[in-house]
């Protein structure tokens, strides 16, 4: 009998494994920094721009999403085609959206995988009533991995609801994406 375990079980048990084996405050390096910080940007310029490429340009082929709303686990070419598809609605429909980041934690496990918390703020405007954006907060858990190419890419992306209050208290780190 072969015993199957889900990816995202794994994932989860390796963060907690993590949390538990790495030194507190282990402290991701400056090319690590840039190199994560660069996902957020492609993202919020994609997002911004209406770009329906945006999860390839910032999520692995086989990333796992766990999104903030009640929806179920998403993964892999699935998740790429319902993140292009929205994005190509909302551009269509000319929806405006703005993301903001505030990543507050960076732990890195050798050269090739960072993990990200922090929150995340995002904005959307509809033509008729663009003076009144629909604000959203959240606390993410992201997780990224360096591809053989160098560029960064989301593996796993995890987000719950969170409050104006938390995002407007969380405090700048040193080298880590933190948006105004």
Known sequence: MTLTIPRVLLAAAALALLSAAAPAGTAAGPATDVGVNA????MATALASGDAAMS????ADDAIFLPAQPVGIDGG???HGKMAAGVARMKADGI?????????SRRRVGDGLAIDAGYYRTEM???ADAAQPVTRYHKMLVVAA??????WLITH????ASSQAAFEAATPQPGLRFDS
């Open 77 to 79: 070419a699935a998740m």
């Open 56 to 59: 390839r340009l910032t999520y």
């Open 39 to 42: 996902i957020y940007e492609r």
């Open 125 to 127: 405007t509809r033509p």
């Open 146 to 151: 360096k591809q053989p190419d160098g560029r």
């Open 157 to 160: 992306d995890a987000s719950v």
């Open 96 to 104: 405006g959206f703005r993301i903001a980041y505030r990543v507050v």
